[in-house]
Nanobody, 125 residues
Framework: QVQLVESGGGSVKIGGSLRLSCAAS????????MGWFRQAPGKEREGVAA???????LYADSVKGRFTISQDNAMNTLYLQMNSLKPEDTAMYYC???????????????????WGQGTQVTVSS
């Protein structure tokens, strides 16, 4: 079992930056990959970025070049640095973790078993 707690959300102006954190606890030694997802009102939850224990990364096209995912090399803490924020980035952001080895990272919800409660990010003018 892995417990995940997100922090760092808030309100920011267009073009601003935020850094999200996700603290993992429990049996984190078996965590293979982690990811950030987001869900805006009335929309499906979508994958934003993922990283594995070797720090291989995967990004959604919508955030490439603006967001950076990282982890502390022990999969205990996950980060998402978000720069050049846009109104369409407004959403609840969730941290997720998987203990299953996969050859390739995924941004699909089904690839992750453990989820945090989310942290709200609001981007406005």
């Amino acid at each position: 079992q892995v417990q995940l707690v997100e922090s760092g959300g808030g309100s920011v102006k267009i073009g601003g930056s935020l850094r999200l954190s996700c603290a993992a606890s429990g049996y984190t030694a078996s965590t293979y990959s982690m990811g950030w997802f987001r869900q805006a009102p009335g929309k499906e939850r979508e994958g934003v970025a993922a990283i594995d224990r070797y720090s291989t990364t995967l990004y959604a096209d919508s955030v490439k070049g603006r967001f950076t995912i990282s982890q502390d090399n022990a999969m205990n803490t996950l980060y998402l640095q978000m720069n050049s924020l846009k109104p369409e980035d407004t959403a609840m952001y969730y941290c997720a973790a998987s203990q299953v080895y996969t050859r390739f990272l995924t941004l699909g919800k089904g690839g992750y078993s453990y989820w945090g409660q989310g942290t709200q990010v609001t981007v406005s003018s």
